[in-house]
């Protein structure tokens, strides 16, 4: 299968000017305060895992869902970039995890878990990669720390580029496998979208409140 060439991002159809596009670059200094978000994460536990090969690249669906401020978004699906698609002050990392949730009102929700090396890791996702795994606990994608997330209203990185998406960036990150960090190179080597303006845009920071 023909993969979307990540070479050639500029000239994905779709691709606009107007400043409603993502990934964004993370800039501390213009973070906005914004109340207390209070997320349950007990939806998130063992799920079946089904590979599905795509031309926007692998995509593993799943089942789970998250309780945020009381509204419940099921999850659809999850996949990986090699390298950060959103930036934290210009900087990048190993790997960023997109859980691709459903709203109850039809509109998209994306969480991102950013991803960094750490030799005392075991593999994670490198047995997921390959198939290995019908099945995996999804708690065990997140840190155990969540403290702090941000929201932004963005697109999907990938063609069509859909619009209405609401993003969760995870302030607090997951250390991964030096062996998963060299399976996401192989499999899917710099896949990912350069940032795109923020516009006027807000990206708003919260305390997350309840998690068990
Ligand atoms: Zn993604």
């Known amino acids: 299968m023909e993969k979307l060439n990540y070479h050639y991002q500029d000239a994905w159809r779709y691709t606009t000017t107007a400043t409603c596009q993502s990934p964004i670059d993370v800039v501390a200094d213009k973070l906005v305060d914004g109340p207390a978000m209070a997320i349950d994460w007990s939806g998130l536990t063992i799920s079946p895992l089904l590979k599905k090969e795509q031309v926007i690249g692998d995509q593993f669906f799943c089942h789970g869902k998250l309780v945020i401020d009381g509204q419940t978004v099921e999850l659809v699906r999850f996949h990986i970039h090699d390298g950060f698609e959103h930036l934290w002050d210009g900087q990048s990392g190993a790997a960023e995890l997109h859980l691709v949730f459903k709203r109850a009102d039809g509109g998209t929700l994306v969480l991102a878990v950013f991803l960094e090396e750490d030799a005392e890791a075991g593999p994670l996702f ?70 795109q303006p923020l516009g006027n845009r807000l990206v708003v920071r919260h305390q997350i409140t309840s998690h068990p």
């Open 126 to 195: 490198a047995p997921i990669l390959a198939g290995q795994q019908a099945q995996a606990d999804l708690l065990t994608f997140l840190p155990a720390k969540k403290e702090s997330i941000l929201t932004y209203k963005g697109t999907l990185t990938t063609p069509p580029l859909k619009k209405d998406v609401d993003w969760l960036l995870l302030k607090e990150r997951l250390g991964i496998s030096p062996v998963d960090v060299a399976a996401f190179a192989q499999a899917y080597p710099d896949n990912y979208r350069k940032v």
